[in-house]
């Protein structure tokens, strides 16, 4: 068992930047993928970024490719998503998630772990 919580959201303005944590434990993350996903009011969740144990290659959402960052620690075991020029658009519950026989999922349904969710509100 994984357990995941994440942490760093906030009410932030437009084009400025957020770092999102995700701290994992109960197993080492170093042989998961790590996922970020997030939700907004009335829309189904969504895929943001993810980044893959095997060769820590890392892949993302059309819409937030060269603003958003996916990264690990498994010296803290901790997954991050750094989120640059932030866009009223990008309002939601951010979550991370863990899976541990995938590479580069960008399905929902193949993780296995998430953690709670944290909230990140952009306003123009």
Known sequence: QVQLVESGGGEVQA??????????????ISNYTMGWFRQSPG???????????????????DSVKGRFTIFRSNVKNTAYLHMDSLKPEDTAVYYCAAAATVVGSTTSSEYSYWGQGTQVSVSS
């Open 15 to 28: 084009g400025t930047s957020l770092r999102l944590s995700c701290v994992a434990s109960g197993r080492t």
């Open 43 to 61: 829309k189904e969740r969504e895929f943001v970024a993810v980044n893959s144990w095997s060769d820590d290659s890392t892949y993302y959402a």
